[in-house]
């Protein structure tokens, strides 16, 4: 499997916008998703698309916030980040699945990016 590049991270201000990518996108995989993680807490899915059928799953603290999406000539999977806020501060890790599983479960994912590191500061 090839590994997962990733790009978009930075610091921003509360209310502030990032994009993340990451490539390439494999419509053989059954998900692939984005999750982040913050200081003492477990890694936690953010959204979610399955590249074959389309369907797309998020956290419900992102949404209206978050939109996840398939650039299908870039073979990239993106993750704009509207109105950040100082909870969402973490690194961020895009992550397929090979095989079928929770979406929103790590150990249903078996190949993961190096991280993306997103601050919001107030």
């Known amino acids: 499997q090839l590994p997962l590049v990733e790009s978009g991270g930075g610091s921003v201000e509360a209310g502030g916008s990032l994009t993340l990518s990451c490539r390439p996108v494999?419509?053989?995989?059954?998900?692939m998703a984005w999750f982040r993680q913050t200081p003492g807490k477990e890694r936690e899915a953010v959204a979610a698309?399955?590249?074959?059928?389309?369907?797309?799953y998020s956290l419900d603290s992102v949404k209206g916030r978050f939109t996840l999406s398939q650039d299908y000539v870039k073979r990239t999977l993106n993750l704009e980040m509207n109105n950040l806020q100082p909870e969402d501060t973490g690194v961020y890790y895009c992550?397929?699945?090979?095989?079928?599983?929770?979406?929103?479960?790590?150990?249903?994912?078996?190949?993961w990016g190096q991280g993306q590191q997103v601050s919001v500061s107030t």
């Open positions: 992550a397929a699945a090979r095989d079928n599983g929770p979406w929103y479960e790590a150990r249903t994912y078996n190949n």
């Open positions: 698309l399955a590249p074959r059928y389309g369907a797309r």
């Open positions: 494999d419509a053989g995989r059954v998900w």
